[in-house]
Structure formats: C-alpha cells, structure tokens
C-alpha cells in the first residue's frame, strides 16, 4: 500500500472470521506462523472437499503430476517437492484443515479449494499464517474482488473471464451458421506451444485426458515449485512477494506468457472456444487469440474479466 | 626432386585445392516434419536437387564435421514410447542416400556432434532424459536425466561441454562428456529452446520462447550474466546461430515470423527481419553472408542477406520443415 492510500474496513462477516481465526491462533500452541523449514524442500498441501466431485478429481491428478514433475526439476538442484493431501468436510473444517497443512506438516504452499465460502476460510487462514493459497477450483468474481490478499493467487480462470471470452468468441465467429462455442481453460486436443506433450505425459500419468481444472491444479504446482528455485526459499511471504512481482511470468503451454494481475490476482491466461462437430470432431480456437494480434500479449490478456479500473486490490492487499 | 621443385608443386596443389574447395556445390539439407522427408537443395540455383524419404517426423538435423554425413532426428507419433521409428537416420553425403538407422532413445528431437565426429548427443524430449551415441558403433553409450521436456542441444569447441534445454522446467543441464554426467544446472528464462556457444567457448546462448529473450550464460561459472530481451519480449526465439566472429548471434522467432540480429558486443538487437512463417531451423553459409531459416508453416525456407538485412530469395520444400543444415559435394 502506498502513502495517502486507505484499507477499507472489513465487513461484519469478514471480521468475525477474522477474529474466530484470531483466537484459534492464540490460544492454539502448535500453530505458528510459515517459516522456511530447514532442508531443501517444498512442501505443498492439497486441499480440496471430500466429497469428490469431477473437478476436484481433475484437480487431484494435475497437482500429482505437477508435483511428479517439479520434484524432478528440483532434484536437479539437489532440492525436493513434496505433496501432503487433505480433505476438507464442510466449510468450517476448511480452515482446520488449511491450519493443519500448514501447522502440522509444514506445507507452505496450498493449492485446491472449493465453493466460494470454502476458498474464502482457506484464504483467510492462509493470508493469517503466512501460507500462499492457490485456488484451482472456484470461479467466484466475488472472491477475488473481496478477498483481496497478495498470498490469495486465482489459477483458475474467473467466471467473468469465462464470460468475456465467450462474447470474444462470437465476434471473432466467421460468417455462416452460428457454432455453439463453449470455453475452456484447457482442451486435450491441444497441440501448440508443447500442449500435446503435456496432454501425452498427463494422460500416461492420470489415464484420462486432461481438462481445465487439472491443467490449474498442474499449472499452480509448477508456478510455486518454479517460484521456490528461483528464489531459492520456500517460506510463504517469499513466495507469495515473487509469484505477484511484475516482471515474475510462467509458462504453462498456452503459447503466451503467464502472470498474476496486481488488481485481483488472477492469473493472466487464454482461454478455448471449442466447438464439436455433428460427426464428434472438436474445433479449438484460442480466445484472444494473443498470437495473431499485433498488440502486447499482457495487454491483451488484461483485458479479459476485471479489468484494472475496477481497482479492486490494489489498495486492499492484504 | 629438387627443394624447389618441391615447393613449387605444393604451391600449384594449394592452388588448385582451394579452387576445387571453392567449387564445391553448397547443398542445404531441409528436415520435413510432416511430410517425413530431407529436401536438398544447391544453394547456387536455389533448387531441390532432391528429395529424400525418411519414412518419420524429422526434426534436428546436422551435418558431421568432416562433412561427409548428415544426421537426422527421426521419431514417430506414439508418445511415450520408443519405438523403431526413434532413430538418428545417416545420409552419406556424396550420394545422397540415407545409409543407417542408429538408436537414440525415445522421441529424439534436437541434436549436437562432437568436434572430434565421434560421439552424438541428442534429447530425448518424452522421456526426460539425453542420449549420448557412438557414432561408430551406432548404439547408445550413456543415458543422463535431465530437465523436463528436452529440446536444445550445444556442444563446447573443445569438445567437452554438452548443454541441454528443457522447455518445461526452464533448465540447462551441463554433461561433462568425459564422464557423460551431469554436473551442473541452472535456470534460465521461461521455455528455453535452443542453446549455441560463442567460437571461443566463454559464452553460451540460450533462446527462451515464452520469455522473448536470450539469456547470456558464463561458462566459466555455467550462470546466466545478462538476459535479452527481443522485442521488447514479444520476439518469441526457437533456432539461433552464432557468427563465425562471435560478433553477431541470429535468432529464428517463430511466432513472430522474424530473425532478430543481434549485436554480442553491445548484447542488444540491432535488426529484426521479416522472414516466411514460422521460422524455428536456423544456418549460416559458410562464408557468413547468407542465413537460412526453416519456416514450418509456409512450408518454405527464406535466404536473408545478411549484409543488406533483407530476404533475397524464398525456397519451397516440404511439409512443415523444422530444421537445417549445410552441406558440401
């Protein structure tokens, strides 16, 4: 926050789970704040709800692969990736959990999530203790325009990046029947820019084609390992200060560089308009389609969802 | 024979090898993806003097240091998994005939040859791994894990450094070829694609897709020392080559269909030029003057003057063609 800039005061509900976490931290002796744990390793916790559904399976499989991979990487470096996995069962457990990944198995990076509530409570603890929290799960525009901390980073598109991309979609649609379109973050029959070898090491992996949710929960693991052994700490505030720095970008096969947005940080990223054939066949269109455009990739990109002007973290990070 | 007789013969025979040298016809070796084959093309005419079947993807694609031999990295569509598709295909140069098939691991993609012609090593892009291939014996010596995703390839002058990419884990892997283990790593910018060392050996230079840049790598320290950026980051650099002089270094962006010129003694670029779409192969003539680049979705290969900085020619080969290199008859 810079000088003559104001936090906004939280709301009622914001405030009491603020205070209920206050307290759980207080009074428990076991929960300390993140640290760089000594050894050469990261330790990510998964978090996601326990009753599976298809996204938290797709999830699942893209973080273990994400987590198989960079666990290579960083052996390289004579470091190590480690996964720890728990399971939440209502909203309220969410944040007993996120405090144990955290507390009890020194994980320092989250990655998962669930409904908006649920990513909300693990976000708050998180933002608490000094953990990242990467959410490949949960779309709410309200989440990242309310919960804004910079150890909160979206890699699941946001639903209002769904929505613009759609409506790019059919401006871009050539004359002639219209096509219904649906967009996706990721499609299996992607080839470009390494997206084939990835499908084909996911798929020997997973055994099941990748979709959207499991290319975030992919993508999240190797931003935070990545982030780890350039930075070469795997303390929370660290990672959390370099993976929203301005000149800090990722590559996750979609041809463009990747980054998190100052305002809501959200991953900055293209999405596919995929449109099927009577005879099943699937069209993949990027949307923007950053490479035949002139104009900067971030640029482009920054304009799909919220944009900055809507200013929504900049003077609210927490 | 007399002294001077003997001299004056040397002379005479001097004279007429580097006329015969001279005249030896040029040939540019085009690797065809898609359409599984080598275009050879004489550089004097511009003209696919042939066409040669390979029955695979072909990607990397060199030619030896004696020149006798060019090398082509060939894999199939099945991922994963190698197969007998994966294969280092030789072509004798004289005849122009592929003469040998050797292994190299799964999924072979990028490529470099020893000074000394004797040993081959190539990335092994699926598997994660390099292969290093005796080029007598034609089989594998030694397999060492590197980064994921492997693509680029470079040897050092001398022979004993081999620097491998690795697009997804934004590493380069240094093999001691004496030992063929890795004994260093370090991160570069992101998508790394191609490596290629300076004459002298004191620098490398590693090309970053996604990133737009080139990074500057010490090799005395095996650190990156400066990173540059093309195009304001939009150059999106694949192949990249290094002038005989150390004193230029030539970048392939494919997604922006340009080869940005880049000054090594300021490290920044000083041109960029429009080429065919796509370009990823990248030459240099052997007298320096000329650049080829492979350009995968025009399906043809532009010629750029390099003194005048403009395409003088443009070659249509095959099937999305991937990578070149020159050769001499």
């Known amino acids: 926050m810079t000088d003559g800039e104001r936090k906004p005061l939280p709301d009622r509900r914001a405030f009491l789970r603020t205070a209920s976490y206050a307290a759980a931290v207080a009074f428990s002796p076991r929960i300390v704040r993140a640290r760089t744990i000594a050894g050469p390793s990261l330790t990510i916790g998964l978090i996601l709800p326990e009753a599976e559904t298809g996204a938290s399976a797709d999830a699942l499989a893209g973080i273990q692969l994400g987590v198989e991979e960079t666990g290579r990487s960083a052996a390289l470096f004579q470091k190590g990736v480690t996964l720890t996995k728990r399971f ?9 959990t996120a405090a144990s990944l955290i507390r009890d198995d020194h994980a320092t990076v989250l990655i ?22 990467m959410n490949v799960i949960s779309r709410s525009d309200a989440l990242r325009r309310s919960n804004c901390s910079r150890f909160l980073l979206h890699v699941e598109p946001s639903a209002a990046m769904y929505a613009s991309a759609g409506r790019l979609a059919a401006e871009q649609t050539s004359p002639g029947p219209p096509q219904d379109c649906v967009v996706v973050s990721w499609h299996p029959s992607l080839e470009r820019y390494g997206a084939s070898q990835l499908n084909d090491r996911f798929g020997a992996s997973a055994h099941r084609a990748m979709t959207g949710y499991s290319w975030a929960g992919w993508m999240a693991v190797k931003a935070a390992a990545e982030s780890f052994l350039r930075v070469g700490a795997n303390d929370g505030d660290t990672l959390a200060t370099y993976m929203n720095r301005e000149t800090t970008q990722f590559d996750g096969h979609k041809g463009a560089p990747l980054s998190f947005r100052a305002w809501d940080h959200q991953l900055r990223q293209p999405l596919y308009c995929v449109t099927t054939s009577g005879s099943g066949v699937s069209t993949v269109r990027d949307v923007p389609d950053v490479a035949r455009s002139p104009r900067p990739a971030r640029k482009i990109l920054d304009e799909l969802g919220d944009a900055d002007s809507a200013g929504l973290c900049r003077v609210a990070d927490r | 024979m007399t002294r001077q007789l003997a001299i004056v013969m040397l002379a005479v025979a001097s004279i007429f090898g580097r006329t015969a040298e001279s005249q030896r016809r040029e040939l540019l070796y085009v690797s065809n993806e898609a359409s599984h084959s080598i275009s050879v ?3 004097r005419t511009r003209s696919i003097v042939r066409t040669i079947d390979v029955g695979f993807r072909a990607r990397g694609i060199h030619v030896s240091p004696d020149g006798t031999r060019v090398y082509v990295a060939l894999s199939d569509d099945v991922p994963m998994k190698e197969s007998s598709g994966d294969r280092i295909a030789v072509i004798d140069v004289t005849t122009g005939k592929l003469i040998a098939r050797y292994s190299s691991g799964s999924d072979p993609e990028q490529f470099a040859v020893t000074p000394d012609g004797k040993t081959l090593y190539a990335s092994n892009e699926d598997a994660g791994i390099a292969s290093a291939i005796n080029l007598r014996s034609g089989k594998v010596v030694a397999s060492t894990v590197v980064g994921i995703e492997p693509e680029g390839v470079a040897i050092s002058p001398n022979g004993r450094w081999v620097y491998i990419t690795a697009e997804t884990s934004n590493t380069v892997s240094v093999i001691d070829t004496r030992t063929n283990k890795a004994v260093s790593t370090f991160l570069v910018d992101v998508r790394p694609r191609a490596a290629a060392f300076s004459p002298d050996g004191k620098r490398a230079y590693i090309s970053a897709e996604v990133g737009g840049s080139i990074t500057v790598v010490s090799t005395a320290t095996n650190q990156p020392i400066q990173t540059i950026s093309l ?5 999106k650099p694949v192949g990249i ?3 005989r002089d150390g004193k230029w270094l030539y970048a ?27 370009p990823w192969g990248i030459a240099l003539s052997r007298d320096g003057r000329t650049l080829y680049t492979a350009n995968g979705l025009s399906n043809d290969v532009s010629v750029i003057d390099i003194a005048s900085r403009k395409v003088i020619a443009t070659i249509k080969v095959g099937n999305r063609p991937w990578g070149l290199t020159l050769g001499y008859r």
Do not use: K, Y
Not at chain 2, 231 to 235: A, F, S, V, Y
């Open chain 1, 88 to 96: 939440f069962s209502s909203a309220s457990n969410a944040s007993l």
């Open chain 1, 112 to 133: 998962g999530g669930g409904n908006e509530d649920e990513c909300r409570r693990i976000a708050d603890v998180c933002t608490m203790l000094g953990a990242v929290f």
């Open chain 2, 41 to 43: 093309v004489d550089t």
């Open chain 2, 231 to 235: 195009e304001h980051g939009e150059g």
């Open chain 2, 241 to 243: 080559v290094v002038s």
């Open chain 2, 252 to 278: 392939a962006n494919g997604r922006t269909s340009s080869v940005s010129f880049v000054n090594l003694t300021r490290n920044e670029v000083a041109a960029s030029v429009p080429v065919g779409r796509r």
